[in-house]
Each structure stands twice: as C-alpha cells, then as structure tokens.
T-cell receptor, first 110, second 112 residues
Framework: QQQVKQSPQSLIVQKGGIPIINCAYE??????FPWYQQFPGKGPALLIA?????SEKKEGRFTISFNKSAKQFSLHIMDSQPGDSATYFC?????????FGKGTSLLVTP | DGGITQSPKYLFRKEGQNVTLSCEQN?????MYWYRQDPGQGLRLIYY???????QKGDIAEGYSVSREKKESFPLTVTSAQKNPTAFYLC???????????FGPGTRLLVL
C-alpha cells in the first residue's frame, strides 16, 4: 500500500517557470517530510525537508508548502533552470522508515 | 572527502548465484540502510541497521541478507532466493534512526 502518493508523474516546464509537485499522505503520525532530487544513475540527494510545525520552508529557489489538515505537501521550484531537470521524490516518515512517493520526472526546457 | 561509497557501480549475476554489494561510509553515522529502486517506483527499504552487530528487516527483505560487523560498513548479499534481483540498489546512512538519511551513488544489478 502506497503510503505517500505523488503527482504528477512527469512535468515539463520552460526555463523560468515554477514547477509544482504534490504529495499526499494518510498516516497522521508522520512527522518528517523530506524531498530528494535524483539525477540519472546517481543516488538521491536531500533537497529540503520540513516538519509539521511550520507551513512553509524556503531554501534558495526551493520551497515546501505544508498543509497539515489536508495531509498534503508540495515542492515549488522558483525560476527553474535546465539543470533542475531530474526526478524528484517526496517522502514521509516517523522514526527510521522513509516512505517514498513514486517520483516526478521534471524536464526544464531552455 | 566524507561520504558514502558503493561498489561496484554495475554488477552482473548469473542464475543461482549469490552476489554481495558493498557500502562504506566515513561520516561516523550509526545508522545504515539498504533500499531497492525499480523504474517508475519509489525507493523500498530492504534492511536497516541502527548500530554495529544489529540489523532489522525492512519491507522487502526476502531474498536478501546483510551484516554489520563494523560501523562504517554494511554489505548487502542478494541471494539466489531473490527471483527478481534486477534493480538499482541504494545504500544510505544517518547519524541516528530519526536523522536525515544521505544516499550513496548506487549499484545497478543485472541478471545474465
């Protein structure tokens, strides 16, 4: 059973656009929500993470929005660049177990 | 240069063969993990270890085995009992079980 549902599966935006990737979860015990970025043939790298005591977190061009009541969180990439083209995974956890979404393949065109 | 190393980058397994994937970290992390990644899927947890000489099964442990004899090393053996081993295998580590997990570069396992 997929504990974290991620959408869309793929996304194409033009340079400078703002891609938005959404995730939803069911388990209200989850208390840590990281986003990972993965380039082909490489391991995932932590991008940004949030805990449910805040509704938004920004790090550079990346922003997480968190809606605890709706059990949803999303990643926004401001001023997207071709170098941001990668697969993005959201995850949710309580303790050790990271529950991953299935990933979103992002393509930023020049 | 701190980090997590995995070797080999590519590994080929013959029918009925056991193969071992290496994972080493020099981050002084206590916890280590093994994940499996299939195309179009998220990562799924195979095994994890909180401390030396202790490890626990994850969601898909059948057909796999691990050991944790040293803090910095957490090798994964894919046994012949794993009937569908073709996947990208990722090792991760964290300072503690509830800390941020950092991933290695991965090993791609292919079946001949």
């Amino acid at each position: 059973q997929q504990q974290v549902k991620q959408s869309p599966q793929s996304l194409i935006v033009q340079k400078g656009g703002i891609p938005i990737i959404n995730c939803a979860y069911e388990n209200t015990a989850f208390d840590y929500f990281p986003w990972y970025q993965q380039f082909p043939g490489k391991g995932p790298a932590l991008l940004i993470a949030i805990r449910p005591d805040v509704s938004e977190k920004k790090e550079g061009r990346f922003t997480i929005s968190f809606n605890k009541s709706a059990k949803q969180f999303s990643l926004h990439i401001m001023d997207s660049q071709p170098g941001d083209s990668a697969t993005y995974f959201c995850a949710a956890s309580k303790g050790y177990a990271l529950n991953f979404g299935k990933g979103t393949s992002l393509l930023v065109t020049p | 240069d701190g980090g997590i190393t995995q070797s080999p980058k590519y590994l080929f397994r013959k029918e009925g063969q056991n193969v071992t994937l290496s994972c080493e970290q020099n981050l002084n992390h206590d916890a280590m993990y093994w994940y499996r990644q299939d195309p179009g899927q998220g990562l799924r947890l195979i095994y994890y270890s909180q401390i030396v000489n202790d490890f626990q099964k994850g969601d898909i442990a059948e057909g796999y085995s691990v050991s944790r004899e040293k803090k910095e090393s957490f090798p994964l053996t894919v046994t012949s009992a794993q009937k569908n081993p073709t996947a990208f295998y990722l090792c991760a580590s964290s300072a503690g079980l509830e800390e941020t997990q950092y991933f290695g570069p991965g090993t791609r396992l292919l079946v001949l």
